[in-house]
């Protein structure tokens, strides 16, 4: 499975290939601590990504790896997700510190929410982002979630305050460029 965006490419995730990129982001202090995580070392980078495989297997769909088109530089990891103990099902993002700041989220965000809701036939996408986390709030709202809940943590991640944002189906597809296939 791929999709490909004006200048990203969303991708299965390759542990060989993406290993060494993902290893790097989640030894990140500044990226893990939104993501209810102390930095991580190599064999937990591992599992962390062999989770995200799995998902795949268990759900029939999960996170992408996200690469930059032109380069192929693994820039990060975006898509559907939905682990035990969630709300309800997610698109979610983790760009490498390297790629933040570009809009390469909002650009793979689109292109998840479009498969989430196209190809998994999902009736509403949430993303749920630790309080404080501005860059992915920013975010969750250019794609056109608004603030629908605040939580008291993530079983099992943190037990900090958690925004879901969201939207339904319905709300996405009126906020599309008429020009835009549907």
């Known amino acids: 499975m791929k999709i490909v965006t004006e200048r990203l490419v969303l991708r299965e995730i390759d542990p060989e290939r993406d290993f060494e990129a993902w290893a790097e982001t989640m030894a990140d202090a500044g990226t893990v601590r939104y993501l209810g995580s102390e930095p991580k070392s190599r064999l937990e980078s591992w599992i962390h990504l062999a989770s995200n495989v799995g998902h795949w297997t268990i759900r029939g769909y999960g996170m992408f790896s996200l ?8 820039i990060g990891r975006v898509g559907p997700w939905n682990p035990v103990g969630w709300p309800e099902p997610e698109v979610g993002w983790t760009l490498s510190p390297r790629h933040r700041g570009q809009g390469y989220a909002t650009e793979a965000g689109r292109a998840a929410i ?5 190809t998994l036939g999902w009736p509403r996408v949430i993303h749920c ?20 809940e605040v939580l008291q943590g993530l079983p ?20 599309q460029p008429s020009a835009r296939p549907r």
């Open 67 to 74: 690469e930059h088109r032109e380069s192929g530089e693994w």
């Open 114 to 118: 479009d498969f989430a809701f196209e």
């Open 129 to 148: 982002i630790l309080e404080g986390n501005e860059a992915s709030i920013a975010v969750a709202e250019r794609l056109g979630s608004q603030r629908l």
């Open 156 to 175: 099992g991640i943190t037990s900090e305050p958690v925004l879901v944002f969201g939207q339904s189906r319905e709300e996405w597809i009126a906020k």
